[in-house]
């Protein structure tokens, strides 16, 4: 669970201004604000099943927008080779560091 919510979060992060003003508001209540679907539905006026079809809906949004645009793959592509960039700069490899740099140009 801890995983889905870490990747929803990032997704959020990468398309929020992508969604409706409700769809951002029940995620960071949801996500962010660790809100249970009762307290959205108390604090919205909402039923707890609208809640949970609109969080659901939500999720399935952003991950359709993650397979077309794949911002967060490539943000952790990014991630892991700067980690490597940092590693080989420490060993003073400047062939690699070469390598790590062009690779990182051609993710877009």
Not at 43 to 63: C, F, G, H, P
Not at 72 to 101: C, D, H, M, P, W
Request: net charge negative.
């Amino acid at each position: 669970m801890l995983e889905k919510t870490t990747k929803m979060n990032m997704l959020y992060d990468f398309y929020q201004t992508l969604l409706t003003d409700k769809q951002r508001e029940y995620m960071e209540l949801y996500y962010y604000e660790d809100y249970s679907l009762g307290e959205i539905a108390t604090e919205t006026n909402v039923s707890r099943q609208a809640i949970y079809d609109n969080i659901k809906r939500t999720e399935q949004i952003l991950m359709n927008y993650e397979e077309k645009l794949q911002l967060y793959e490539k943000f952790l592509q990014r991630e892991a080779l700067l980690i490597e960039l940092a590693q080989q700069l420490t060993e003073g490899n400047v062939a690699q560091l070469q390598s790590y740099i062009q690779q990182i140009k051609n993710i877009d």
